[in-house]
Each structure stands twice: as C-alpha cells, then as structure tokens.
C-alpha cells in the first residue's frame, strides 16, 4: 500500500498525519462532541480538525501547489453558489438557502477535483486535451453533488 505514496516520499508523513487527524476527527472528536451539541454549529473541534488534516493532505499531495488549489477550492464555492442561486432561487428564503448550501458543495467538489486532477491525470498530455478532460471530470462532480444536496442524498 505504501508504494501508492511513493510519488509523495518526500512528504509521505504529511498525507499520513492529515490522515490520521481526519480519522480522529470522525472517529473520536465527533462522538464526544455529538453527546453534547444539539445543532451542527456546535461541533468546533471536529471542524478544525477536519479542516487541519485536509490541509496537511493536501500540502504532502501539492507542496508549493496548496495555495493554488486552495485559492480553486474558493472559487469552485463561489461558482457553486451561483448556480444554485440561478437553478433555486425563487424567494428570499431560497435564495439564502441555495447560497448556504452552493458554497459548500463548491468546496467539496474543488476538494475532490483537486485530488482527481493530483492522482488520475497525467502531467505528459497535451494541454488541450488536459483542459478538456478536466473540465468534463469538474462539470460532472459538480453536477453529482448539486443533485445530491439536492435530493437530500435520495438520488433514486
């Protein structure tokens, strides 16, 4: 399995510890914190935790490249919330709702296609039909998480 990290040997540990901070976010902080909180805004550390160990991922994946991916992630959030603010928005209420919930899945579907792009896309092809093939692999995350937000995760 670790020759799967051999391309990032130099920064295996960071991809490691990311990893091992994003299990104990989920499999220790969040239950401790689910106990006590009685609405989503209440779970911090879990939050920050997260938050910590994907940035730690994604440094030992991109190195000097984080900032840019960061700074994609930000603008696949704002791209996101415009379409959701064009595709749901016919009341006050709604539309808050659908830029709520655009700019996370923004976020989301930059993370992932970060990590798409990093593992699956060779750096040798030809520009073109690099652009081509990331803008395909982009528009269908982006399309499969605005149905499941959507939907409420009910694609069926």
């Not at 399995?1 to 091992?20: E, H, P, V, Y």
Request: hydrophobic fraction near 60%.
């Amino acid at each position: 399995m670790m020759a799967f990290l051999d391309k990032w040997k130099d920064r295996k540990g960071f991809i490691i510890a990311g990893g091992i901070f994003m299990m104990l976010a989920i499999g220790v902080i969040f239950p401790i914190e689910s106990s006590k909180a009685i609405t989503i805004a209440e779970f911090n550390y879990t939050y920050l935790a997260l938050i910590f160990g994907v940035v730690l991922a994604l440094y030992g994946f991109l190195a000097n490249r984080i900032f840019s991916a960061l700074f994609f992630m930000i603008l696949s959030g704002i791209l996101s919330s415009c379409i959701w603010f064009l595709l749901f928005s016919d009341s006050f209420i709604s539309t808050i709702v659908a830029l709520w919930i655009g700019f996370p899945v923004g976020l989301l579907v930059g993370l992932i296609f970060v990590i798409v792009n990093e593992l699956f896309l060779e750096r040798g092809d030809r520009k073109k039909l690099k652009r081509i093939k990331q803008v395909v692999i982009y528009v269908v995350i982006l399309t499969i998480f605005t149905l499941m937000f959507y939907k409420g995760g009910d694609l069926v």
